[in-house]
């Protein structure tokens, strides 16, 4: 299998040295395939923010190394290459208040500006990424600052994809936004995802968000990796789950209390239409 990002023995202390001393990664091993989309999950101070902004070079490991497409991030001098800004595209929670161009065409723009490249490249990059996040070309020269705020999302969002990097990673895409919202905000993700065939790491608190788009989760809880596993194999372990601080999905919950009382159903679902499939064969089998 080939892994586009790893992490071997990953450390990384906040205020080392100091009375505030504290460790937010803790020897972190991970392997991220080429093309997953991987859920990043844990609760608040469980390290998943930490451990992505290592992935573009953002923070530097107190000890342990970080590799993309094999290769450490940072030189022996300790200077990250310049283009893993480039090829890992980091969208933080929030982005649409990072804009700060006067105009959503320049605003997406910047960052294919910086890898130095022709103006008519650019320009196509710039009409691309606004297709993929469903933005009207005829806002081209509009403020982002007049937009609403998911479109506000959307234009960050964008500036991000244009750079096309081999990476992507958003750090809770979906945070404030209504169901509507959520659903438009992933739906972009994965039609990006299937054009381009880039790695995606979602960072995320909602396990219903992300089971529905992750190949793979990866549940971080006090500085390390506590489980990883396809949707299906993470919720199978509800209870280590909710000992470390996240609520399963609700359906999950459900169907893990209905297995308790002996009914023969699949603890581990984590959408209505598997709930469903999972009553229907049960009543089949003259079991439900």
């Known amino acids: 299998m080939s892994y586009i990002l790893q992490t071997r023995g990953l450390t990384y202390v906040y205020g080392a040295g100091t009375p505030f001393e504290r460790t937010a990664l803790d020897h972190v091993d991970i392997d991220i395939a080429q093309g997953e989309i991987v859920g990043v999950i844990g609760h608040t101070g469980s390290g998943k923010s930490t451990l992505i902004q290592h992935f573009n070079g ?23 290459a310049r283009d893993v ?4 595209g980091l969208v933080f929670q929030y982005p649409e208040y990072q804009l700060f161009e006067e105009t959503i065409a320049r605003d997406i723009a910047f960052g294919p500006t910086n ?5 008519s490249e650019v320009d196509e990059r710039v009409a691309d990424a606004m297709t993929v996040v469903g933005l009207d070309p005829t806002l081209a020269e509009k403020s982002p600052f007049a937009l609403s705020g998911g479109q506000k999302r959307r234009v960050a969002i964008a500036g991000v994809l244009a750079m096309r990097p081999e990476v992507l990673i958003l750090d809770e895409p979906t945070a404030g936004l209504d169901p509507c919202g959520r659903d438009e905000i ?7 995802h299937k054009h381009t065939g880039a790695t995606v790491l979602i960072v995320t608190h909602s396990m219903e968000d992300i089971a529905r788009v992750a ?32 609520a399963v999905p609700e359906i999950t919950q459900v169907f893990g209390e209905l297995h308790r009382r002996g009914v023969p159903v699949d603890p ?10 999972a009553l229907r064969r049960a009543k089949e089998a003259g079991t439900c």
């Not at 006090?222 to 601080?245: K, Q």
């Open 85 to 88: 800004r480039f090829r890992v």
């Open 58 to 80: 953002l923070l530097k490991p107190t000890s342990g190394e970080v590799l993309l497409g094999g290769s450490s991030i940072w030189n022996a001098k300790g200077k990250c």
């Open 215 to 246: 190949d793979r989760m990866l549940v971080m809880s006090h500085a390390r990796v506590l489980m990883t596993g396809t949707p299906r194999e993470v919720f199978s372990r509800t209870d280590e789950l909710v000992a470390a601080g996240l």
């Open 115 to 119: 890898m130095g490249l022709p103006v």
């Open 186 to 192: 992933l739906g972009y993700i994965q039609d990006y």
């Open 268 to 277: 581990s679902v984590f959408t209505i239409e598997q709930a469903l499939d």
